[in-house]
């Protein structure tokens, strides 16, 4: 088990006289505290999605880059403890003699029963709430790409009936009936 060790005269200690400081508790209870406030960011970005939903529902697109810049608030701080959920993870794999590139569930098998039990909770609370939200924000983009596309068709049989041309262009979309740039060369 890697230890932190400080030399300690009235202090037991190892072989060496140096005492063995097992860091391993520490470490967890800050893996714990970082999943939980993961899985506290998960839930509120699922909020964040079900309001985008309702306001795409309701075709209220006023309210949606409102929710878009929370929802981005909320990306950046889910990836920072993504990041810290790593770093800690490997400190205590390591503490703990595994590989530092070992998963939450080597390190709670690890820990043993007694131990891990709040660590597998946390880690399996996560991972169904990002699988939750991929599910979700996919229906969502889904449905705002269905929104943009409607709206856009609509804005184009607008253009089409007031422009009076009815003729569709390379793309397929109406043309708009503006005036072509056009010169003639009156110097000859």
Known sequence: MNQSRFSSVDQPSGEDG???????????RQLE??????????RRFLAAIARKRDAIRGADLARVP???????KIIDRLHRLDLQRTQLGR??????????????SGIVEALGADRGTKLAVLAAQ?????DQTKKENSVVRSAAESLARHMAGIVQSVTGALSGTGVYGRQG??????????GLDLTT
């Not at 979309?173 to 056009?182: F, K, P, V």
Request: proline share 2%; no cysteine; hydrophobic share 45%.
């Open 33 to 42: 505290e970082t999943l939980s406030t993961q899985v506290e960011g998960y």
């Open 66 to 72: 409102e929710i878009a810049a929370v929802e981005e």
């Open 18 to 28: 140096i005492l063995a400081i097992d860091t391993s508790p520490v470490l967890l």
């Open 126 to 130: 996560l991972r169904d709430l990002v």
């Open 91 to 104: 400190q205590l794999a390591v503490t703990l003699g595994l590989d530092a590139e070992s998963t939450i």
């Open 173 to 182: 979309q109406l043309r708009d009936g503006t005036a072509l740039a056009s």
